[in-house]
């Protein structure tokens, strides 16, 4: 039964808090107590006038991980050794644990049950081999340093050689144990059949993908109602598919915020970053039940790549669900919400007739308005492209479009489709069963459309597979030889009257068998 533990990575030298000038600045006001009380707000105002607002949000960011980690990982280069950014993160880190200590019983942003009890590790970072063993070695000084700030012997790692590493997962393994239920797991139907244990509550994969600034992170946020990523006017500000846990009308759901895709060409030649940020969001893709497409309505216009990614999300087998975002820039007395809904659809329809009839949802993210219609219509989304057709149903669907409209003969034979079955769901896919091996292309699409029209798999690929039937019997090659094989047929009776023979002179008589014979 799989457990999951929520961990902070912190790398100091991407948090330079300067908490001399802090303290200072605490100790002028004289209510040190109560802005550490409040340290996550204050902080951020205080540092407003030195660190530019996309800093100050992943600082933001940082102060709010802290508070929902159960364990942290403190790293810093054991090459270059401890550094005061590094001390003064690990002195923050005392303090909280200090503040909550004290308020046990005070409710606050930090408390003893969101913050005393967080285990923090620190991890000694780029020590691959076996020379910085060595006695006259620096990196051993520098783990001395580290041990003595109070969180305990660093463990030495390297995270691009992957050394260490098992050291590391015994300590996640005994966090992991440490905060298990012993109680039996809801989400887990043990009374199901060995090796078929259902999931019963099985969270709803759902991947925001779209061009850069569009306004994924931002719907994000308005769907969490929390400013839990980072949002901004800048493109390409979000690097790293972030996962979010979430719950919705107490259903969960294991939400994806992803960077924005641009063409290939739109790149910049030795930017590497952006080209893993884009495999990212389409590992993303891959993994989701469903991909909601953002577009950005100020380009009044659906753009090729948006068109690209619509067309990735349904060829990988992903159900779709288009937001038409930032409709307050184009809705007023003469534009209606239901006219944008419909030019959206229409742009779809024309360039990807497969995606006729997609889930269209005009919202803003930034204003909230619409953005709470996006989850029923996801989860029925899911529904769909997870349903099973009963076998008879589908062929009497058959039945009725072969009598309406017969598919054309293939290389002047006629075409017999015999029956169709679903093999599997998630996406749905359909087998049949012909007396050819190849179907015409455009039948194939006409039965695809009809098919999606009688059940509604609207925003998905449908795929249907054709299988050729045997040409012969298989069995045919004994219609002619009766009795062969088989007790007292026409060779065991020739058998049966030569022994007869050899033993009276005469031939068997038919009739009741005689004792030698039986």
Same mark, same amino acid.
């Not at 991407?14 to 802005?35: E, G, T």
């Not at 550490?36 to 991980?65: G, N, R, Y």
């Not at 003969?409 to 599997?424: E, L, N, S």
């Given at each position: ?155 030495? !790692? ?6 260490? +590493?098992?050291?590391?997962? $015994?300590? #996640?393994?005994? &966090? /992991?144990? *440490? ?114 497409? !953002? ?6 216009? +659906?753009?090729?790549?948006? $068109?690209? #990614?619509?067309? &990735? /999300?349904? *060829? ?203």
């Amino acid at each position: 039964m799989e457990k999951e533990l929520d961990i902070w990575l912190e790398v100091s030298t991407y948090f330079p808090l300067n908490m001399n000038s802090l303290d200072a600045f605490v100790k002028y006001n004289c209510i040190s107590l109560f802005l550490f009380h409040l340290s996550c707000p204050i902080l951020v105002i205080f540092l407003a006038k030195k660190k530019d607002p996309v800093e100050l949000a992943m600082m933001q960011q940082t102060l709010e991980a802290t508070k929902e980690s159960d364990l942290i990982l403190l790293m810093f280069d054991a090459k270059v050794g401890i550094t005061n950014d590094f001390i003064d993160t690990a002195r923050w880190l005392q303090k909280k644990a200090n503040i909550a200590k004290r308020n046990k019983n005070t409710p606050g942003p930090f408390t003893a049950k969101s913050f005393d009890q967080v285990e923090v590790i620190i991890l000694a970072n780029k020590l691959e081999g076996d020379k910085w063993t060595d006695e006259d070695s620096l990196v051993l000084l520098h783990l001395e340093e580290a041990s003595r700030i109070g969180f305990g012997e660093a463990i030495p !790692v390297s995270a691009e050689h992957g050394e260490g +590493l098992a050291d590391l997962a $015994l300590v #996640i393994d005994k &966090a /992991i144990k *440490k905060k298990e239920d012993p109680k039996q797991d809801e989400n887990i139907n043990l009374s199901a059949p060995e090796g078929k244990c259902l999931e019963i509550n099985k969270p709803l994969q759902l991947a925001i993908l779209g061009r850069q600034n569009v306004g994924k992170s931002t719907l994000v946020n308005s769907l969490l109602n929390q400013n839990r990523v980072i949002t901004g006017s800048t493109p390409g500000l979000t690097r790293d598919a972030i996962s979010i846990k979430w719950s919705w009308n107490s259903m969960p759901v294991k939400l994806v915020d992803t960077a924005g895709i641009r063409r290939i060409s739109q790149r910049e030649y030795q930017d590497q970053i952006e080209d893993l940020s884009v495999q990212d969001a389409m590992r993303a893709m891959k993994t989701a039940d469903v991909g909601v497409l !953002v577009l950005d309505a100020a380009a009044n216009l +659906l753009q090729r790549q948006e $068109l690209a #990614i619509a067309d &990735a /999300i349904v *060829k990988e087998g992903r159900a779709l669900v288009v937001a038409a975002n930032k409709m307050d820039l184009l809705i007023d007395a003469d534009y209606t919400k239901e006219d944008y809904e419909s030019g959206v659809r229409r742009q779809i329809e024309e360039r990807l007739p497969m995606l006729r009839r997609t889930p269209v949802i005009p919202m803003s993210s930034l204003t909230g308005e619409c953005v709470q219609e996006l989850m029923p219509v996801v989860f029925r989304a899911r529904e769909r492209w997870e349903r099973q057709i009963n076998t008879g149903l589908l062929n009497r669907w058959l039945k009725d479009v072969m009598q309406t409209h017969p598919p054309p003969a293939h290389k002047g034979q006629p075409v017999k489709i015999k029956y169709v079955m679903q093999t599997k769901g998630r996406p749905p896919t359909f087998l049949l069963f012909c007396n050819v091996d190849q179907i015409s292309p455009t039948y194939m699409r006409y039965l695809m459309k009809n098919f999606q029209d009688t059940f509604e798999m609207f925003g998905m690929e449908v795929r249907m597979a054709i299988k050729k039937s045997a040409v012969e019997n298989p069995y045919s090659h004994n219609a002619g030889r009766r009795g062969r094989g088989s007790v007292g047929g026409r060779e065991s009776r020739m058998i049966r009257n030569v022994n007869h023979l050899k033993k009276f002179g005469t031939k068997h008589k038919k009739g009741k068998r005689s004792r030698y014979n039986r």
